[in-house]
């Protein structure tokens, strides 16, 4: 550290922390840290990544809603795509800023419209009721691989149109590369990006071409919007795998953290059994009280003051979701129960303002609908051995859930 970085710091009155968000320690039960981190001040610097950081609600709201400000064509992690040359091409809905971002998320936003994307919901509900017919019948089962992993890799996959052989394989591994690639280049990203090189890209870029899809999903939406002149022609197989990523793996992430919510407190689940149409709420608080998301980054386009410290232009800034969504100054002295009689509106498990997920309402349709049908057929959930976490820079799931369920 400079004497002129300490006397910048010192100016804007940020305290500096050398907290790494990404150590496997900190990812096991993040939570006492982020408490650590919003009692340090609104803002504050975190020295080992040349970042500022934010782990209270009510900064990181007003900084997810300023895009002009707080931008995204940097790149939403650690890397700044103005300053050094990206080792992708930037995603052209997450990481682009208005006016062209507002051509492809009124796309994106248009095929995965509640109005859209209620018309699958009929197949969403057959194909939930199966499964947890299935589930049922054996007992006792990797809640991640035979639930929370099935469900979509089945469902939204084919709403998409992309063929089913290879998807258990290269699907989740592509997902973890993308969310991955949020934070640094340490060796968790650099061992995921390898496994995704064994197949995963390469499956990827062939099932989303044209040819590969089926004629009515989603992904041949994008062909045709692309022939319309709505979009370049090689923008959208680009949006297919974007598509993928954001509708999938945030499903996935969701589902384990709601098995895990409800199998920890099974007095919990037992009001959502007597009550089905709490699925909902209930889905609001386990993403509030468990967020798929934990941190991301936004990156200052000038000087600017956020609670009474001044930021550089070009200035990477991590805001702290999973952190935002246990802030007792926003959910209250109950901000570290689960309580799925919460209003948990509001949460930013999903971010907000024009770069919220693109698919959060598709993991929010079919977290609904599974919770939905295990509600009505599923007494208990109890679990038989400890949870496996999924390690990941950016969002939190698990490889491993072994429980059991009784029917009602």
Same mark, same amino acid.
């Given at each position: 550290?400079?004497?002129?970085?300490?006397?910048?710091? +010192?100016?804007?009155?940020? %305290?500096?922390?050398?907290?790494?968000?990404?150590?496997?320690?900190?990812?096991?039960?993040?939570?006492?840290?982020?408490?650590?981190?919003?009692?340090?001040?609104?803002?504050?610097?975190?020295?080992?990544?040349?970042?500022?950081?934010?782990?209270?609600?009510?900064?990181?709201?007003?900084?997810? !809603?300023?895009?002009?400000?707080?931008?995204?064509?940097?790149?939403?992690?650690?890397?700044?795509?103005?300053?050094?040359?990206?080792?992708?091409?930037?995603?052209? +809905?997450?990481?682009?800023?208005?006016?062209?971002?507002?051509?492809?998320?009124?796309?994106?936003?248009?095929?995965?419209?509640?109005?859209?994307?209620?018309?699958?919901?009929?197949?969403?509900?057959?194909?939930?009721?199966?499964?947890?017919?299935?589930?049922?019948?054996?007992?006792?089962?990797?809640?991640?691989?035979?639930?929370?992993?099935?469900?979509?890799?089945?469902?939204? =996959?084919?709403?998409?149109?992309?063929?089913?052989? $290879?998807?258990?394989?290269?699907?989740?591994?592509?997902?973890?590369?993308?969310?991955?690639?949020?934070?640094?280049?340490?060796?968790?990203?650099?061992?995921?990006?390898?496994?995704?090189?064994?197949? =995963?890209?390469?499956?990827?870029?062939?099932?989303?071409?044209?040819?590969?899809?089926?004629?009515? $999903?989603?992904?041949?939406?994008?062909?045709? =919007?692309?022939?319309?002149?709505?979009?370049?022609?090689?923008?959208?197989?680009?949006?297919? !795998?974007?598509?993928?990523? =954001?509708?999938?793996?945030?499903?996935?992430?969701?589902?384990?953290?709601?098995?895990?919510?409800?199998?920890?407190?099974?007095?919990?689940?037992?009001?959502?059994?007597?009550?089905?149409?709490?699925? !909902?709420?209930?889905?609001?608080?386990?993403?509030?009280?468990?967020?798929?998301?934990?941190?991301?980054?936004?990156?200052?386009?000038?000087?600017?003051?956020?609670?009474?410290?001044?930021?550089?232009?070009?200035?990477?800034?991590?805001?702290?979701?999973?952190?935002?969504?246990?802030?007792?100054?926003?959910?209250?002295?109950?901000?570290?129960?689960?309580?799925?009689? !919460?209003?948990?509106?509001?949460?930013?498990?999903?971010?907000?303002?024009?770069?919220?997920?693109?698919?959060?309402?598709?993991?929010?349709?079919?977290?609904? +609908?599974?919770?939905?049908?295990?509600?009505?057929?599923?007494?208990?959930?109890?679990?038989?051995?400890?949870?496996? +976490?999924?390690?990941?820079?950016?969002?939190?799931?698990?490889?491993?859930? %072994?429980?059991?369920?009784?029917?009602?």
């Amino acid at each position: 550290m400079t004497s002129a970085q300490t006397l910048e710091r +010192i100016e804007t009155h940020a %305290p500096a922390t050398d907290f790494d968000p990404y150590a496997d320690e900190v990812l096991d039960d993040p939570y006492p840290h982020y408490e650590m981190l919003r009692e340090l001040g609104p803002v504050f610097y975190l020295s080992r990544y040349k970042a500022y950081g934010i782990a209270r609600h009510a900064e990181i709201d007003p900084v997810l !809603r300023d895009p002009a400000t707080f931008c995204s064509s940097a790149g939403v992690g650690l890397a700044n795509f103005h300053t050094e040359t990206p080792w992708r091409k930037p995603s052209i +809905i997450l990481e682009v800023d208005p006016p062209m971002h507002a051509r492809t998320r009124k796309i994106m936003a248009s095929l995965l419209s509640p109005a859209s994307i209620n018309k699958m919901r009929g197949t969403f509900e057959s194909e939930a009721k199966e499964l947890v017919e299935r589930l049922l019948a054996k007992g006792s089962f990797d809640a991640v691989t035979d639930l929370c992993e099935a469900y979509p890799l089945r469902v939204f =996959a084919d709403a998409v149109g992309i063929p089913r052989e $290879g998807r258990e394989k290269y699907l989740l591994p592509y997902g973890d590369m993308v969310f991955n690639a949020f934070g640094p280049v340490n060796e968790r990203f650099r061992k995921c990006l390898a496994k995704a090189q064994e197949g =995963a890209i390469d499956w990827i870029a062939e099932v989303c071409k044209r040819e590969n899809l089926t004629p009515d $999903g989603l992904g041949m939406q994008l062909y045709k =919007a692309a022939d319309e002149g709505i979009l370049e022609p090689d923008e959208a197989p680009m949006l297919v !795998r974007t598509m993928l990523s =954001a509708g999938l793996d945030t499903t996935v992430f969701t589902l384990c953290n709601a098995m895990l919510s409800f199998s920890r407190f099974p007095a919990q689940w037992e009001k959502v059994h007597a009550s089905p149409a709490l699925a !909902r709420p209930a889905l609001e608080e386990v993403l509030r009280y468990e967020s798929t998301f934990h941190s991301f980054y936004r990156t200052t386009t000038r000087e600017v003051e956020v609670a009474g410290v001044r930021m550089p232009n070009e200035q990477k800034v991590c805001v702290f979701i999973g952190s935002a969504n246990r802030d007792p100054r926003r959910w209250g002295p109950t901000a570290d129960q689960f309580d799925v009689t !919460r209003k948990a509106a509001g949460n930013l498990a999903f971010g907000t303002g024009i770069h919220g997920c693109a698919g959060q309402m598709i993991a929010r349709l079919e977290g609904e +609908i599974v919770l939905t049908e295990l509600a009505k057929r599923v007494k208990r959930i109890q679990l038989e051995g400890k949870p496996v +976490i999924h390690y990941n820079n950016s969002v939190r799931g698990y490889t491993c859930m %072994p429980v059991s369920v009784s029917a009602a």
